[in-house]
C-alpha cells in the first residue's frame, strides 16, 4: 500500500484512504504545484489472481477515457506502471455510489431515477456514437457516483468494449449477472448498444424498487408489484428495456430518452384523462368555431407581429456575447415557431458552425433543444416534423454537419439517421434529395472499410467507396445547395485520397481520376467561389483556405502511392501546387 504523506510522479501528495475493492485502493491525492485534488486508484500484483489480465483491462479502460470527454464522464490524467503496482490519477469525484445511497436510503423517488437515467442515456448516447462504439456493459449502482450538485458521474471502464462491425460474438464475456444483458453470457451474438439499454433497464428496477436483482428472487418483477405508488409509464419503459431478445427492446439511447421525457403519456390515467379532455373538447367545439371567425381577424395581425419577433429573436441570438446566451435565445425564437426551420439551421450555421466545428457539446445543445417540450406536449422535433419540408431541410443540414463536421473529422453513422430521413423525403429539392440518397449509402457500410471484407474483396471496397464519393461530389454542388456544402464534400474527399491513395490505386482506381478531381476542386475554389458573395465571407474563406492546404498533402500522398514512375510523382506535385 501507498504510505500516507508520500510523493507518486514526483508530484502526487497521498493524503488518505477514500475507498478499498477487492483488487484496488483508492487514495485521495494533491497535485501540490497545482492546487488540485486528485483520486488515484492503486492496483496491486500482490494477492491478486490473473494480474496480467487485470493489468491489461486497467490499461484498456485507462487508454478509452483518456480520449474521452463528457460531464457524465470521469478525466484521465496519468497512469504510471511501477512493476509490482499500477496507478491510475483520476478525476476525483465528490460525491457517493448510488449504491452506497441505496444501502443507506433504499429506494429512490421516481423523479430522482427518471432524471438519472436522462442523464446516462445522454453519456451513453455519446460513447455509442464514437467512430468505433463503445459498450459499457457493466452499468449497475455501484459503478454511478452521484455529486452533490445532483449530477451522475459514470465510473469503471474496465469491461467496456469497442462494438466491431460484423462481430459474431464478444471475445470475453464480462458484466455482473443481475444486471447483465443475456447476450453478455454467450450465444446471443456480440454486445451492442441494446446491450447497455438492458443493463439501464435493470439499474432503474433497482434503484425505483429497492430490491437488488443479484438476490431471490431473481425474476424481474413489474415495478409497481413492489410499490403500486409507481407510474405505469416507467413500468412500461423497464420493461421494453429489459426484454430478453434484444430486437423487442429500443434500439438506441435516444429512443429510451424520448420515453423517458414522454414517461407520464404512457399512463393509463394519462390516456384515461386524455379520454375525458375529448369529449369536452367536443362539447366545446361548436362554441369554439363561432370564437374562431372572430378570432381569424386578430389571428392574422398577430401572424405578422410573431413572423417579426421571431426573425427578431435569430437577429438577437447572433448579437448574444456566450455561447449559452445564443442557445437560449435561439430556444425562444424556436418555440415561438417551431414548424420553421429557420432557427434551427441558423443556429447550426451561425452559431455551432461558425469555427467549422460541430463539437459533442453543441450536438448535446441541439437535442436537448429538439426533445423539449412545446406547449401541445410534443417535442420540438415533432413540432417540426408537422411541416415535411422544413424538417426535410433541417435533417438535410443537420445531416451533413454530422457527417462532415462533427467534433473535427465527421461521424457518419450519427448522419445515418438524418440522412435518411432527408433521403426519404418527397419534399426535398431533388439534387440534395440525391446527394442525401448517395451519402447515406456510404455512411452505412464507411467504417466497414478496413474493419471488415464487405464485397468480399477489401480492396474493391476502396474502389466502391471511391465511386460513391465522386459521385457525391459530381455536378454544380455550389448551384445546386450552396457554397459550404460545396467545401464540406471536396474537403472530404480530398481528405479521402490523402488517407486511401494506396488503397484506392489497389483496388484499380487511376492515377488520373484522382489528381483529375484534385485538379478540379482547385479550379472550383479558385474560379468559381466567391466568399464576398456569400452570407458568410469568412467562414468561406476558412473553408477554402483549409482546403488549400489539404489538396497539398493530398497530392503528396497521391505522388507516394504511385511512386514507382518518378515522372507521375513529380507530375502529381507540380499539378497541385501551380
Known amino acids: 500500500m501507498l504510505e500516507i504523506g508520500s510523493y507518486i510522479g514526483d508530484k502526487y501528495k497521498i493524503l488518505n484512504v477514500i475507498g478499498r475493492g477487492g483488487m484496488s485502493t483508492v487514495y485521495l491525492a494533491m497535485n501540490e504545484r497545482a492546487n488540485k485534488q486528485w483520486a488515484v486508484k492503486e492496483v496491486r500484483r500482490e494477492g491478486v489472481e490473473n494480474y496480467e489480465i487485470i493489468r491489461e483491462s486497467l490499461i484498456r479502460e485507462t487508454e478509452m477515457l483518456k480520449k474521452l470527454k463528457h460531464e457524465n464522464l470521469p478525466s484521465i490524467v496519468d497512469v504510471l506502471d511501477e512493476g509490482d503496482c499500477i496507478l491510475v490519477v483520476m478525476d476525483y469525484i465528490e460525491g457517493v455510489t448510488l449504491d452506497q445511497v441505496m444501502k443507506e436510503r433504499g429506494a429512490q423517488s421516481e423523479k430522482d431515477v427518471i432524471n438519472w437515467a436522462s442523464q446516462l442515456c445522454n453519456v451513453f448516447m455519446y460513447l455509442h456514437t464514437q467512430k468505433m462504439p463503445i459498450i459499457y456493459r457493466d452499468l449497475k449502482p455501484a459503478n454511478i457516483m452521484l455529486k452533490p450538485d445532483g449530477k451522475i458521474v459514470l465510473i469503471d471502464f474496465g469491461t467496456a468494449r469497442y462494438y466491431k462491425e460484423g462481430a459474431d460474438h464478444d471475445t470475453t464475456t464480462l458484466g455482473t ?257 440525391s446527394r442525401a440518397e448517395k451519402l447515406s449509402k456510404i455512411a452505412g457500410y464507411y467504417q466497414k472499410l478496413g474493419q471488415v471484407d464487405f464485397t468480399g474483396d477489401s480492396e474493391a471496397g476502396y474502389k466502391t467507396l471511391w465511386e460513391d464519393m465522386t459521385e457525391v461530389a459530381s455536378g454544380d454542388i455550389v448551384k445546386e445547395d450552396n457554397a459550404t456544402t460545396a467545401l464540406m464534400i471536396y474537403r472530404e474527399l480530398v481528405h479521402q485520397i490523402y488517407a486511401n491513395a494506396l488503397h484506392f490505386r489497389n483496388a484499380g482506381v487511376e492515377y488520373s481520376d484522382m489528381s483529375g478531381w484534385l485538379s478540379r476542386i482547385k479550379h472550383i475554389i479558385e474560379d468559381d467561389i466567391d466568399e464576398s458573395a456569400e452570407s458568410n465571407p469568412e467562414q468561406i474563406k476558412a473553408l477554402k483556405e483549409t482546403l488549400s492546404d489539404d489538396m497539398l498533402y493530398a497530392g503528396k500522398s497521391l505522388s507516394n502511392a504511385f511512386s514507382e514512375s518518378a515522372a507521375v510523382s513529380t507530375e502529381a506535385e507540380d499539378e497541385i501546387s501551380e
Open 177 to 433: 449477472k443481475g444486471y447483465a444483458a443475456p447476450e453478455q453470457f454467450g450465444g446471443w451474438g456480440q454486445t451492442d448498444v441494446r446491450t447497455d439499454i438492458y443493463c439501464l433497464g435493470k439499474t432503474l428496477h433497482h434503484l425505483v424498487t429497492g430490491h437488488d436483482p443479484c438476490e431471490p428472487p431473481y425474476e424481474i418483477y413489474p415495478i409497481r408489484h413492489w410499490d403500486a405508488s409507481l407510474s405505469e409509464g416507467l413500468e412500461k419503459i423497464i420493461e421494453k428495456c429489459t426484454q430478453v431478445n434484444p430486437d423487442k427492446r429500443y434500439q438506441s439511447c435516444s429512443e429510451v430518452l424520448a420515453a423517458l421525457n414522454h414517461s407520464a403519456e404512457l399512463d393509463h390515467n394519462y390516456r384515461h384523462e386524455l379520454k375525458i379532455n375529448a369529449v369536452i373538447f367536443g362539447v366545446t367545439a361548436t362554441l369554439a368555431f363561432v370564437c374562431l371567425l372572430i378570432a381569424s381577424v386578430f389571428n392574422r395581425m398577430a401572424g405578422a407581429l410573431e413572423d417579426r419577433g421571431y426573425s427578431s429573436y435569430i437577429e438577437e441570438a447572433k448579437g448574444e456575447l456566450t455561447k449559452e446566451d445564443q442557445i437560449n435565445t435561439f430556444l425562444k425564437a424556436i418555440r415561438m415557431n417551431p414548424t420553421s426551420d429557420t432557427a434551427y439551421i441558423e443556429l447550426l450555421d451561425s452559431i455551432f458552425l461558425e469555427d467549422g466545428n460541430y463539437d459533442p457539446e453543441e450536438d448535446l445543445a441541439l437535442r436537448q433543444i429538439l426533445l423539449t417540450e412545446w406547449d401541445d406536449g410534443k417535442t420540438l422535433e415533432e413540432k417540426l416534423s408537422e411541416k415535411p419540408e422544413e424538417y426535410a431541410e433541417f435533417a438535410y443540414k443537420l445531416g451533413l454537419d454530422y457527417y462532415y463536421a462533427y467534433d473535427g473529422t465527421g461521424n457518419k453513422q450519427m448522419a445515418l439517421k438524418w440522412l435518411k430521413v432527408a433521403a426519404e423525403s418527397k419534399d426535398l429539392a431533388g439534387g440534395s434529395r
